[in-house]
């Protein structure tokens, strides 16, 4: 049976170290796909053609890439991703500043940033060039009413 739950990250990364971590207290095995120089010069064509364009996206499209072949490769066509859980529960660091300052001006960032959530075309691209589709249940529109409406304390 193909593992459920793929992770990528460089050798000793803390990445890698969470996420195994995470498996280990959810009892779950995951891939873990343990990225080198040569992967990354072999991924680098066909994840610059999925992209179109070379900048910071690529680095956050590797990983993407990644685990969607290693999917594929394992018979699983539809992944999902945590695309938006960072945007709707505060898990970037200026959200604590902006809670800092008052509770409209964090509320007004997560609907900002959700909003324009720019990643999306580019992890859809990336997926479809391995032949995985990517589902992104944390922008759904339920969840996102979901989320909002969590009291903040």
Excluded: C, W
Aim: negative net charge.
């Amino acid at each position: 049976m193909p593992s459920l739950y793929y992770t990528v990250g460089s050798k000793g990364s803390q990445d890698l170290i969470f996420a195994e971590k995470a498996a280990q207290e959810l009892g779950i095995k995951p891939k873990i796909i343990k990225v080198t120089p040569g992967m990354i010069k072999d991924a680098l064509k066909p994840v610059l053609s999925a992209i179109e364009e070379f900048n910071l996206m690529i680095g956050v499209a590797m990983p993407l890439y990644f685990a969607s072949k290693a999917a594929h490769a394992d018979g699983i066509r539809v992944i999902v991703s945590g695309q938006g859980a960072d945007e709707l529960f505060g898990g970037y660091h200026r959200y604590l500043q902006l809670y800092k300052e008052g509770e409209d001006k964090l509320v007004e960032a997560f609907k900002t940033d959700v909003q324009e959530h720019v990643n999306l075309e580019r992890d859809d691209a990336t997926a479809m060039a391995t032949s995985t589709e990517l589902r992104v249940p944390f922008l759904n529109k339920e969840i996102i009413n979901i989320a909002f409406n969590i009291p903040r304390v």
